[in-house]
Nanobody
Framework: QVQLVESGGGLVQAGGSLRLSCAAS????????MGWFRQDPGKEREFVAA????????TYASSVKGRFTIFRDNAKNTVYLQMNSLKPEDTCVYYC???????????WGQGTQVTVSS
């Protein structure tokens, strides 16, 4: 059983920055990918970014490319989402997620609220 614990959400003005963290535990991660999604109540979950635990392959949604950066610290089993140039439309609950490569996203954190004021 994988545990994912997010932190780092909060309130920021438009144009500002936040860094989200996701600490993972409960398995070995050599064949694993971690990512960030966001979702508002009543709306579909939206993919934001993902990174493989091994290597440097990253993937971003077009809406955040160039503004957000996903990176990891393997020694701390932690993945980060650095969010710069935030916009009010980035306001959402952000979820950390994990998947075994080739499988669906099956591990989820509890979510952290990000609010960007205009």
């Amino acid at each position: 059983q994988v545990q994912l614990v997010e932190s780092g959400g909060g309130l920021v003005q438009a144009g500002g920055s936040l860094r989200l963290s996701c600490a993972a535990s409960g398995r070995t991660f050599s064949n694993y990918r971690m990512g960030w999604f966001r979702q508002d109540p009543g709306k579909e979950r939206e993919f934001v970014a993902a990174i493989r635990w091994s290597g440097s392959i990253t993937t971003y949604a077009s809406s955040v490319k160039g503004r957000f950066t996903i990176f990891r610290d393997n020694a701390k089993n932690t993945v980060y989402l650095q969010m710069n140039s935030l916009k009010p439309e980035d306001t959402c609950v952000y979820y950390c997620a994990g998947q075994v490569l080739g499988s669906s996203w099956s591990d989820w954190g509890q979510g952290t609220q990000v609010t960007v004021s205009s």
